[in-house]
């Protein structure tokens, strides 16, 4: 209810997602992305008409409660065929340092709920969740909703407030990947994008120097080598590599194909 939290909301929608996508990499799980998500997010339809829209056995219904530092979170798992039923809800606060180690936790929670058993082999298979910076966070989650938007001006001010996060903190290898894919999807726009596609490979280049794990770097890099580079069996490489760490990944199927198109 308040426009100018969007931002932070959709951040925990994409925590979550994440986290169910790295699932995905040891169990059969389809995720669909915020992008599609936000479509109904106002909807009036039925848990069960959306379902059968999108073609999926359950949905998570939430809100998000900022109060200073903390997360206030209320979630429910609803199961939308043969009937719709409440499969399980509740509530969750945790301050946004440890946001990702709760996040980590709720999917887990979740996939429980839905009939998958995680074994010990399979947590060894999974990312460690992600160490958060509290203070460059909220800029972070500003950057990305931003980005997000793909139009000219959110992609600008996204990759903004994303190098105002990395002149804080140069480290932290999620920034640069953002930013990667800021300039990749600059690239892709109607107007002039002169380097665009060369400062897509700087960040990417730089984010997989701090961490091998990120999914986006290797589209970003995917992207560069099949519309900049022309190297489309490099491209596949690198496509392959981020649906490997990230199956659900939408926007990697996306160029994937335009690669083997």
């Not at 996060?165 to 932290?172: A, H």
């Not at 990697?252 to 335009?258: D, F, G, S």
Request: hydrophobic share 40%.
């Amino acid at each position: 209810g308040k426009p100018d939290q969007d931002y932070l909301v959709q951040g925990q929608n994409d925590a979550l997602i994440t986290e169910l996508c790295n699932i995905s990499q040891v169990k059969p799980l389809r995720v669909l992305s915020g992008q599609t998500a936000s479509v109904f997010a106002n909807a009036t339809r039925s848990i069960t008409e959306i379902a059968n829209e999108i073609n999926v056995d359950y949905i998570i219904e939430g809100s998000v409660i900022h109060v200073g530092d903390s997360i206030n979170l209320q979630l429910r798992l609803i199961q939308a065929f043969p009937d719709e039923k409440l499969i399980w809800a509740s509530n969750y606060k945790s301050d946004i340092t440890n946001s990702k180690k709760l996040y980590n936790n709720v999917a887990g929670q979740i996939i429980k709920k839905i009939g998958f058993d995680i074994t010990p082999e399979n947590i060894v298979k999974l990312p460690t969740p992600r160490k958060i910076n509290p203070v460059t966070y909220a800029t972070y989650l500003r950057g990305m909703y931003n980005i997000n938007t793909f139009t000219d001006e959110g992609l600008k001010k996204g990759i903004e407030y994303l190098n105002e996060v990395l002149r804080t903190d140069p480290g932290d290898a999620f920034a640069y990947a953002g930013v990667a894919l800021g300039y990749a999807a600059i690239a892709h726009g109607p107007l002039d994008t002169g380097d665009a596609l060369e400062k897509a490979e700087a960040a990417a280049l730089q984010a997989i120097r701090l961490d091998t794990t990120i999914a986006e770097v290797y589209t970003a890099l995917g992207e560069v080598s099949a519309y900049y580079n022309w190297k489309f069996d490099l491209a596949e490489k690198y496509f392959k590599k981020a649906l490997a760490l990230n199956p659900n990944s939408a926007i990697t199927h996306y160029h994937y194909a335009w690669c083997l198109y």
